[in-house]
């Protein structure tokens, strides 16, 4: 009985295709640098891993739990994580009092974690948005 192929490895054949036998024949500047996006896309895809936002989503809500007593977090059930903890950011906004500082303190420093690892799982596309071929991985 024959596996089934992961995902991952179909789409490191995708990029593999593109960057061995697709991008060299291609003399169209602007349809090489698509190619390159697309073996860029094709890469991550192929490395990307689990789907963070459950977990991240759960983060958030212990988020916001924990600032249950600040009066810049609305309670819950009032709207979603996301929506709770942009309102009080937006709240926070031009604020120097103790509320606020918890709020940025809190929220923020937990999304912009989180933006950080977005943009470090997907800087081989970045490259590739750029037009630079992303470099093999050895693996």
């Keep these: 009985m024959s596996r089934r192929p992961t995902d991952g490895a179909m789409w490191a054949s995708v990029a593999s295709t593109l960057r061995d036998t697709v991008l ?11 190619t390159i996006a697309l073996i860029g896309v094709a ?5 990307r891993g689990a789907d ?3 977990e991240r989503r759960a983060r958030l ?9 600040n009066p810049l977090v609305a309670a ?11 309102a009080a950011l ?20 937990l999304l912009v974690g989180e933006l950080d690892e977005d943009l470090q799982a997907t800087s081989g596309m970045g490259e ?5 071929l992303p470099t093999r991985d050895p693996a």
């Design 24 to 34: 060299g024949s291609i003399q169209d500047e602007y349809t090489q640098l698509a």
């Design 43 to 47: 890469d991550y895809a192929a490395t």
């Design 52 to 54: 963070p936002g459950p």
């Design 61 to 69: 809500e212990s988020a916001l739990e924990a600032l249950h007593a």
């Design 76 to 86: 819950a059930g009032s709207g979603t994580s996301a929506e709770r903890a942009a």
């Design 90 to 109: 937006v709240g926070a906004v031009g604020r120097d009092d103790p509320a606020a500082t918890e709020v940025r303190s809190v929220i923020r420093t």
């Design 128 to 132: 590739a948005f750029r037009g630079r």
